[in-house]
Structure formats: structure tokens, C-alpha cells
């Protein structure tokens, strides 16, 4: 069974810092893998996806590599702003197209 | 931001009421989910569509009924609600390709008590 892990679970770091958020999954047959935010009491939002082809994307300062063989993607956040303070979730959609979520990593940027 | 509306955005129900939840989309998009998200669970898949009156199991799907009878509409249903399925309930809709990510809705909080 496709399981999808998140590390860390939470993070506080000060303003402009450079940070990595890390998922590992189970099961390197995937369709694609994809990376969302969460504000609190809202909808999820789409960040990157990357295709099973691929190995990262890029919008802005976000950066998200993905790696089938070891069966991880991290996603890059430089120069962090207090506005990025959210969840943050990976998801994998197997070749089924059903999308397995991992718990999150709960983000606070100090200002 | 894709246009899906959930509706109703809270609801509040006695256990053993159906209830339905309806998700509305004006992409065209071939497909459409329902998930629930619950704490220490995340997201979980309840059921989804892959066409018109083309549905699957996701992985909680015991209690839950769908429908989509148009591109644009799928309808959620618990027909006896119980105090499990206290949540925040999620629509999601995707074009067709590896390369087209999932667009959610604002939520629908349930609580049935």
C-alpha cells in the first residue's frame, strides 16, 4: 500500500531563511507528485506537480525536485516571508490516478 | 482560481439524517473527487469520477453514495449520517493528463451530532 510520509511534521524558522521540506513514498510506480498549501480553515491550493518524466519544477521561489528512486521529492523554499506560514502537502498519484496525501508539514515564518 | 463551489459551506445534522453535498464545476473538467480531511488522518479519497455517471471507490467510501449525472455536478450523499463522518469535506476536479493538478474547493464543514 502506497504510504506517503512528511518531515518534518512542523517548522518555525525566522524570516529569509533558505528551508526544505521533505516527502518519501512507498511505491516509485507514479503518475505524478504534487505539492500543495494550506491556510488555515481554507482549501488547498496548488503549488508545482511534477510528472513521473520529470525530475523538478520551479514557480518563483519554490523549487521541487523529485527523485523515483529513492522515492523522494523535497520541496525548496528560498528567502522565506511570513506570508509562506502554512501547511504544507505532498501528495502521489499512483498509476491508478488515486492520490495518496501525506500529513503535512505545518510552516511558521517569524517575522 | 478554477471555479468549483461547494455547497453548503457548514452544515450542522442529527445522526441518522441524510445529507447530501453538492460540488459544482465550470472548467469542464473530466474529473472530480471527494475527500475528507480529519486531524492525525489527513486528506483521505472517498469517492471519485472519471466521467458522467462514471464513479469509484476511494479508500473511505462505507456510508457515502455519489452521483454525477452532468460534466459539471457531483453530488456527495451520506443517506444515514452518523457522528464518524464529522468532518471538512473536499471537492477536487483535474483535466485529463499527468500534467494537470488537482483544483479544490473551499470545503464544506459537517457536523452531525
Known amino acids: 500500500k502506497q504510504e506517503v510520509t512528511q518531515i518534518p511534521a512542523a517548522l518555525s524558522v525566522p524570516e529569509g531563511e533558505n528551508l526544505v521540506l521533505n516527502c518519501s513514498f512507498t511505491?516509485?510506480?507514479?503518475?505524478?507528485l504534487q505539492w500543495f498549501r494550506q491556510d488555515p480553515g481554507k482549501g488547498l491550493t496548488s503549488l508545482l506537480l511534477?510528472?513521473?518524466s520529470q525530475r523538478e519544477q520551479t514557480s518563483g521561489r519554490l523549487n521541487a525536485s523529485l527523485d523515483k528512486s529513492s522515492g523522494r521529492s523535497t520541496l525548496y523554499i528560498a528567502a522565506s516571508q511570513p506570508g509562506d506560514s502554512a501547511t504544507y502537502l505532498c501528495?502521489?498519484?499512483?498509476?491508478?490516478?488515486?492520490?495518496?496525501w501525506g500529513l503535512g508539514t505545518s510552516l511558521a515564518v517569524n517575522p | 482560481d478554477a471555479g468549483i463551489t461547494q455547497s453548503p459551506r457548514h452544515k450542522v445534522t442529527e445522526t441518522g439524517t441524510p445529507v447530501t453535498l453538492r460540488c459544482h464545476q465550470t472548467?469542464?473538467?473530466?474529473?472530480m473527487y471527494w475527500y475528507r480531511q480529519d486531524p492525525g488522518h489527513g486528506l483521505r479519497l472517498i469517492h471519485y469520477s472519471y466521467g458522467v455517471k462514471d464513479t469509484d471507490k476511494g479508500e473511505v467510501s462505507d456510508g457515502y453514495s455519489v452521483s454525477r449525472s452532468k460534466t459539471e455536478d457531483f453530488l456527495l450523499t451520506l443517506e444515514s449520517a452518523t457522528s464518524s463522518q464529522t468532518s471538512v469535506y473536499f471537492c477536487?476536479?483535474?483535466?485529463?493528463?499527468?500534467?494537470?493538478?488537482?483544483?479544490f474547493g473551499d470545503g464544506t464543514r459537517l457536523s452531525i451530532l
Open positions: 472548467e469542464n473538467h473530466r474529473y
Open positions: 501528495t502521489n498519484a499512483g498509476n491508478n490516478r488515486k492520490l495518496i
Open positions: 511505491d516509485s510506480a507514479i503518475y505524478n
Open positions: 477536487a476536479i483535474s483535466g485529463q493528463g499527468a500534467g494537470q493538478p488537482q483544483h
Open positions: 511534477i510528472q513521473s
